[in-house]
């Protein structure tokens, strides 16, 4: 119905996980697939209803088929880092959504606090309201007691850090995920596709991914400045040679 009341507009369709889903929304029209149940920072779909795919699987499950159709794929969730971003596109996504990883930013819509001398910002009301309520609020509508009592959260509300410009932090994941493309030698996201390679990691390598320098244990010889300042006082360049 959407096309033909708008034929030159992309219609982007999801949420999915599943190889099969992607190919019902091929078949109703979408120009592009949304991929990822229940992966995301505030989402609570997993535990509330019980559904979803591990965001991974689910993404190279959807990119395979989605690909055959020449249709591209959006990871929808589950970014914490530049590194996921990588991940997420070397498993055969064309782009990626962010929320969380957004929210913080000057440009989100979250409420911006200041607690301790630390400024928040706090995201409220579509996790814990969902669409239809929130809408509702947005249009300065009443929402009554029952509507909120009947509706069945899929979400919470959260606290985010402030970031700052999302320029800035737009900034470091492209950068990071430039880096990633670099290490398997990819120019291009269809190259990095190609390219790039999954294998399990273990529990300790999974630790060994992390910084694991202990830094609270490293400390500066007490003594090191007057040890320089002895150094020093040894070599008299005043001394002409004989």
């Known amino acids: 119905m959407i096309l ?61 088929e989605a690909r055959k159709q020449g249709i591209p794929i959006i990871a929808d969730g589950g970014i914490r880092t530049s590194g996921d971003i990588a991940k997420a596109i070397a498993a055969g996504s064309s782009t990626v959504m962010l929320g969380s990883m957004l929210a913080g930013t000057d440009e989100s819509a979250a409420q911006l606090v200041e607690r301790d001398g630390h400024l928040y910002k706090i995201s409220t009301g579509f996790p814990s309201l969902g669409v239809e309520l929130t809408l509702k609020q947005i249009r300065n509508e009443e929402v009554t007691e029952d509507e909120v009592k009947e509706y069945v959260a899929e979400g919470v509300d959260a606290t985010f850090e402030y970031k700052g410009s999302v320029a800035e932090v737009l900034t470091q994941l492209i950068g990071g995920l430039r880096s990633g493309m670099s290490y398997s030698g990819s120019l291009s996201i269809p190259e990095f596709w ?25 400390q500066v010889h007490p003594d090191y400045r007057n040890l320089v300042a002895q150094k020093n006082s040894w070599i008299d360049f005043n001394v002409s040679p004989e």
């Open 194 to 218: 190609e390219q790039a390679r999954f294998i399990q990691v273990t529990a300790a390598g999974q630790a060994e991914n992390k910084p694991h320098i202990q830094t609270q244990n490293i």
């Open 4 to 64: 033909s009341l708008y034929p030159d507009i992309d219609i982007i369709g999801g949420n999915v996980a599943t190889a099969e889903a992607v190919l019902d929304l091929i078949e109703a029209g979408a120009d592009a697939i949304k991929v990822g149940i229940g992966p995301g920072a505030v989402c609570t779909t997993r535990l509330v209803a019980g559904a979803g795919v591990p965001q991974l699987t689910a993404i190279i499950e959807c990119a395979t």
